[in-house]
């Protein structure tokens, strides 16, 4: 009898083994589309079988382990830092490129051909009104593409300051949400194996890393430290570090929860773009345009101060900008009338040497030894390069990015095929313990009913 009775024990205790196995699988295919899961596997271990020791065998319920990868799940925050990178610097360039023509049939290529044309007609027709007019619209219409391109780069600059703060508050966000789940970690203990609170930490990790590089730390607690670049503390424990972003002097400063500058290890993700196209590829670009405006400006300044104008006075200056750091912006015509653009030189009023030499400034090599149309052409064609570049980039970290992601699936990914494999296994299993304990049932009713019958 107490074999019989230890079998029905153990087949009894065998039914629950199941049904928590056939619960996990209905967990994993549940979740099988919740983002950062990572499938769970029942084991079940083999109960030692010893009749002389009292030892029933059967068997009981082992840990649930978790399929996750965390060399896999750093793989993919490493090539998510990299597209994040990426992916800024394209979009960012792919807004800046338009303000620069390379096609020569509009903005200011156009503008540069149309102004020394119209020099090219005065020093045909030097005393011609119609001439000497066009050269002044001409001008006005240079000076003006130069201030729209300038502008144009000012207005990137000043939504770069918007999508700063942003990244920082979106970077904020999501450390606040792991904060939140290092408390739950470190208030319950279960919640540290539990794959729901699992899931959500992780999603939230790979979506911090599209923004920020970090290193996280898992602690003995169950929390996880988040440290920018290693160093700077973004979480530690239930405790938020929020960084902000300013840039107040014209230049993006990141600072930490202290007030810390720590731009510099800011190298990943998005908020890393952004402070390099804020810091160092603006304002390359502004800087080579605005030297290409004071060159010119600088240069048919003082051509026309060397001739003379109709009245045999010397010429004056046709174009006027504040600084050299800010001339394309402020850039504009001096407001000459036509009978004062100096298109003769002194020794023969009336003449067209002058208007000459003008004209001649389109081809001659100034700093650099370019043209003024080959320095407008070399920063387009920076430009260009520095988006195709970029594109480039992301296309390939998007590759490495996928090839990551499809690595840490193989490994933590469910299979709605192998659960409902495993489910038709252990449905089987239960099905058939539970006919056992059926039959051990019967068995021990009529051996009791044996036991009476005798005893009466």
């Known amino acids: 009898m107490p074999g019989l009775f230890n079998t029905l024990t153990t087949t009894a205790d065998a039914l629950g083994v199941f049904e928590k196995a056939l619960n996990t699988v209905s967990n994993n295919v549940a979740n099988s589309g919740t983002p950062g899961y990572a499938k769970q596997t029942f084991t ?111 207005n990137a600059s000043i939504n770069l300051n918007t999508e700063l703060r942003s990244a920082t508050d979106a970077i904020n966000g999501l450390t606040q949400q792991i904060g939140q789940l290092n408390t739950q970690m470190q208030d319950d203990a ?34 996880v430290t988040v440290l920018m670049d290693g160093q700077t503390p973004l979480v530690i424990g239930d405790q938020q570090y929020a ?23 800011a190298v ?4 890393a773009a952004l402070i390099n196209m804020k810091n160092t590829v603006l304002p390359g670009f502004s800087n080579s345009l605005n030297r290409l405006a004071a060159g010119l400006a600088d240069q048919v300044n003082n051509t026309l101060l060397n001739g003379v104008d109709q009245s045999g006075n010397q010429g004056a200056q046709l174009f006027s900008y504040n600084n050299p750091s800010d001339a394309a912006s402020t850039l504009q015509t001096t407001g000459i009338t036509v009978d004062q653009i100096a298109a003769a030189l002194p020794g023969a009023p009336g003449g067209n040497g002058n208007a000459l030499n003008l004209a ?14 080959q320095s407008y052409a070399s920063l387009a064609s920076q430009v260009g390069q520095s988006l195709n570049s970029a594109t480039e980039d992301r296309q390939t970290q998007q590759d490495l990015l996928d090839q990551a992601r499809t690595t840490r699936s193989n490994a933590e990914s469910v299979s709605l095929d192998e659960e409902a494999t495993q ?26 009913n044996m036991l009476e019958t005798g005893t009466a």
């Open 268 to 271: 990943g993700g998005r908020l």
């Open 423 to 448: 489910m038709i296994e252990y449905q089987r299993a239960y099905q058939a313990t539970a006919r056992v304990v059926t039959i051990l049932n019967d068995l021990t009713e009529t051996v009791m």
């Open 360 to 373: 001649a400034l389109d081809d001659a090599p100034q700093a650099g030894g370019m043209t003024f149309t």
């Open 190 to 223: 279960t919640s540290r194996t539990d794959p729901a609170v699992d899931a959500s930490l992780h999603n939230d990790l790979e979506s911090l890393a599209e923004y920020v590089n970090f290193t996280a730390l898992r602690q003995p607690d169950g929390s």
């Open 44 to 154: 079940i271990v083999a109960q030692p079988f010893d009749p002389t020791l009292g030892l029933p065998g059967g068997i009981s319920a082992g840990e649930i382990q978790s399929s996750r990868d965390e060399y896999a799940e750093q793989t993919v925050w490493q090539d998510q830092q990299g597209f994040g990178l990426a992916d800024q610097s394209a979009t960012e360039l792919s807004g800046i490129q338009p303000l620069f023509d390379v096609t020569g049939n509009s903005g200011l290529p156009a503008a540069l051909n149309a102004f020394f044309q119209s020099f090219s007609a005065l020093s045909v027709s030097p005393n011609d009104s119609v001439a000497r007019n066009n050269v002044l619209s001409s001008a006005s219409a240079l000076a003006q593409r130069f201030n729209s391109t300038a502008t144009g780069l000012a």
């Open 243 to 265: 960084i902000q972003a300013s840039a107040g002097s014209g230049t993006a400063v990141v600072t930490d929860a202290n007030g810390k500058d720590v731009t510099a290890q």
